[in-house]
């Protein structure tokens, strides 16, 4: 995102709150934003709210040349000259060990369509007829594709929330051809997260084996496997390009997790896909691509994912603490840039902490008597610097449980206590 500014070239650039506000505005729950776009991956090539037919340009997906990479391995990982007892390379190895378990998601529902005001304007039917609104189609099919994989061999397969997100109907197809019909036991949009159960008839499915997500290292190598663009059975390798990388860094304002980075190529038609490390173990879950970058894409860590799947399991949705404020991090220089500017709207208190740009009505937040403009600086006497962090104290806290909240209020230091709610309508 540019901004431009009518200022000289030599007078100096300087940020009120209303800019630092549209960089990083943070949801209910405690979402910071950051710049840069972001698409979450849609099923086929356009979000399930306006699928439409997978079309493969030459340009979309090119294979990944080799020779021209050179990351460094891990220490256990093999190299890219490394061959196996089978004869083949560690990628080929890998991949037969996860592919099985890789399956594609097909799904449909129905929208209803409202019929264009114009149909009901006297002048329109005067010319037309009373009968052409009737004939105009109301209900419109949708159709939209991803990928998943199985991690228990009883059925249970995990997947992107976004992949199957309302609707009617979700269908499995394993690599060997076999279909089942899925039933979405739970999903959650907070970490784009959903389970699909399917009914096997006493069947066992070939299902993935799970690594530790904790244990990869940057310039581990990473390989995504999934259905882009609706070719099956894609295969990409690239390396772990970075750890932890924040939904706020990434410039997702309603996720909630951090991400793993790969430059292994992810493509439409990827999400919930499986990446795996060169022992053919589940890592992460392919989500996401930055619309504004090449070769930069985002999986969940298969950790997490493993927490919330049983959440998913047990309950069909994830209990989350929220307070209820739009914030953003602050630094004291920020703040003095903002007061320094004549036509900045408030002054902002000149500490480190995280402004409250926005208190939602009827939140646990505005109940407690936080207001907009204020500046939280502790939660339970230990210091919070970021909005990322006041979010990871708030989810940490749980359900109504008491924050002692230390904020600067322009000139007063003020002690607040907000009582966690939970957060609804976030599956």
């Known amino acids: ?21 549209s960089h990083s505005l943070a ?27 997978p079309a493969v340009n030459a340009g979309e997906a090119a294979p990944i040349q080799l020779a021209q990479r050179s990351p460094l391995p891990a220490k256990s990982a093999p190299t890219l000259a490394a061959v196996s ?11 037969q060990k996860i592919g099985p378990a890789v399956v594609r998601i097909d799904t449909e529902r129905t929208i209803t369509r409202n019929l264009d005001p114009i149909f009901d304007d006297p002048f329109f039917r005067r010319f037309f007829g009373d009968d052409i609104a009737g004939s105009m189609p109301r209900e419109e099919l949708q159709r939209g594709q991803g990928s998943g994989f199985v991690v228990d061999s009883s059925g249970v397969i995990l997947t992107n929330a976004h992949v199957v997100d309302k609707a009617d109907t979700v269908k499995v197809t394993l690599t060997d051809g076999r279909e089942f019909e899925g039933k979405v036991q739970g999903a959650d949009r907070l970490t784009d997260l959903a389970v699909i159960k399917v ?19 940057v310039g581990d190598w990473a390989i995504a496997v999934g259905n882009p663009l609706g070719l099956n059975n894609t295969v990409t390798l690239g390396i772990v390009s970075t750890l932890s990388r924040s939904s706020s860094e990434v410039g997702i304002s309603d996720k909630r997790l951090d991400f793993i980075q790969t430059d292994a190529a992810i493509n439409p038609g990827n999400s919930g896909g499986p990446l795996v490390n060169a022992n053919g173990e589940v890592i992460g879950i392919n989500t996401a691509i930055r619309a504004d970058a090449m070769g930069i894409g985002f999986a969940i860590p298969i ?14 949705k994830v209990a989350r603490p929220y307070v209820g404020i739009q914030m953003v991090s602050l630094t004291a220089k920020d703040a003095k840039e903002n007061n320094d500017d004549p036509n900045a709207d408030f002054i902002i208190p000149e500490v480190d902490g995280v402004l409250v740009v926005r208190v939602l009505p009827n939140t646990p937040a505005a109940k407690a008597g936080i207001r907009r403009g204020d500046v939280i600086t502790q939660i339970g006497g230990k210091a919070v610097t970021t909005a ?35 957060l609804e309508n976030q599956g």
Do not use: C
């Open 1 to 21: 995102m540019k901004y431009h500014s009518r200022r000289s070239r030599q007078a100096p650039r300087r940020r009120n709150w209303r800019q630092l506000a």
């Open 85 to 95: 007892t089978t004869g083949h390379s560690f990628v080929a190895d890998a991949v």
């Open 199 to 217: 009914n096997t008839k006493g069947k066992s499915l070939p299902s993935a084996k799970l690594g530790n997500s904790g244990d990869i290292q």
């Open 27 to 53: 949801l209910a729950m405690g979402m910071v934003m950051t710049l840069g776009s972001l698409r979450v991956l849609p099923a086929l090539a356009a979000p399930l709210d306006d699928a439409m037919p």
């Open 303 to 316: 950790n997490k994912a493993q927490e919330i799947e049983t959440q998913l399991l047990r309950d069909g």
């Open 388 to 422: 990322a962090d006041l979010q990871a104290r708030v989810e940490k806290s749980g359900i109504g449980n008491s924050l002692k909240m230390q904020l600067r209020r322009r000139s007063q230091n003020l002690t607040i206590t907000v009582t966690t709610a939970e």
